[in-house]
Antibody, heavy 117, light 107 residues
């Protein structure tokens, strides 16, 4: 069974940093691109960024470019999101998702990030 | 950035009837369009990919059509479990973008 499990969320002050992790299992993690998607409670989905299977291609939404950084460790079946200079508007539920080159086939349950003083 | 516009924002339909949801892209995304279903408190679920292909386990009452800039998701005979929020997503270009969602509610 494909599983994606996010961790690392929590309460953080504006301007501080946080690192999210996503552990994949039940599939060959190294074969797939993976992405971060966030959702504010009661609102829609926003793509944060994604990384190709070999880390050659990495992309970000304009709203996080220059502040967030995505990386992966295929040996550990893990995806990371380093979030710096956090703002209140970054508060959201952060999902990781497996890309099958035709949409996001599998999603984790999300980890909640709250940016507040 | 490609802007995805979904309409209507809310659609009220009775169980057993047909529902048609629409999605428009600000420029062509070819057939690189997916639809997701999201129920309250759950992660999104892939329903349609490639504009018209059903994802694994998705019932045949779900169908997708379109290419370029205009897309539709049709649910032919609504079941109680189909009432949810539906999002379209283009993955033809990065940044990947989602529509704002259509809430499908029971009439």
């Amino acid at each position: 069974e494909v599983q994606l499990v996010e961790s690392g969320g929590g309460l953080v002050q504006p301007g501080r940093s946080l690192r999210l992790s996503c552990a994949g299992s039940g599939f060959t993690f190294a074969d797939y691109a993976v992405h971060w998607v966030r959702q504010t409670p009661g609102k829609g989905l926003e793509w944060v960024g994604g990384i190709s299977w070999n880390s050659v291609s990495i992309g970000y939404a304009d709203s996080v470019k220059g502040r967030f950084s995505i990386s992966r460790d295929n040996a550990k079946n893990s995806l990371y999101l380093q979030m710096n200079s956090l703002r209140a508007e970054d508060s959201a539920l952060y999902y990781c998702a497996k890309d099958i080159y035709n949409g996001f086939e599998s999603w984790g349950q999300g980890t909640l990030v709250t940016v507040s003083s | 950035e490609i802007v995805m516009t979904q309409f209507p924002a809310t659609l009220s339909v009775s169980p057993g009837e047909r529902a048609t949801l629409s999605c428009r892209a600000s420029q062509s995304v070819s057939s690189n369009l997916a639809w997701y279903q999201q129920k309250r408190g759950q992660a999104p679920r892939l329903v349609i990919y490639g504009a018209s292909s059903r994802a694994t386990g998705v019932p045949a009452r779900f169908s997708g059509r379109g290419s370029g800039t205009e897309f539709t998701l049709t649910i032919s005979s609504l079941q109680s479990e189909d009432f949810a929020v539906y999002y379209c997503q283009q993955y033809n270009y990065w940044p990947i973008t989602f529509g704002q969602g259509t809430r499908l509610e029971i009439k």
